[in-house]
C-alpha cells in the first residue's frame, strides 16, 4: 500500500498512521480504487498525509484531501 511505504521511517506514532490508513482507505472506497499500484493512489496517499499533518479525523482527512486532489 503506497501510504504504509510513504510512512516508513516517519516520526509518526502508531495511533497516527492508524488513522492515516483508515482515511486513505475511506478515500480509495469513495473515489473506486482499486489497484493500489495506480499512481493514482500514490497520490492520493501523499494528499491524505499532507491534510494529516493539521486534520485528526479520518473521515475528514480523506473529504478534504478528495476535494484538494480533484482541484
Avoid: C, Q, W
Avoid at 472506497?29 to 501523499?46: F, K
Amino acid at each position: 500500500m503506497p501510504i504504509n511505504r510513504l510512512l516508513a521511517g516517519s516520526k509518526l506514532g502508531p495511533e497516527e498512521i492508524k488513522r492515516l490508513n483508515a482515511a486513505y482507505t475511506h478515500a480509495l472506497r469513495s473515489l473506486s480504487v482499486v489497484d493500489r499500484n495506480d499512481p493514482l493512489a500514490e497520490m492520493l496517499a501523499r494528499k491524505i498525509i499532507e491534510v494529516g499533518a493539521t486534520e485528526i479525523d479520518p473521515a475528514k482527512i480523506s473529504e478534504i484531501a478528495i476535494k484538494r486532489f480533484r482541484v
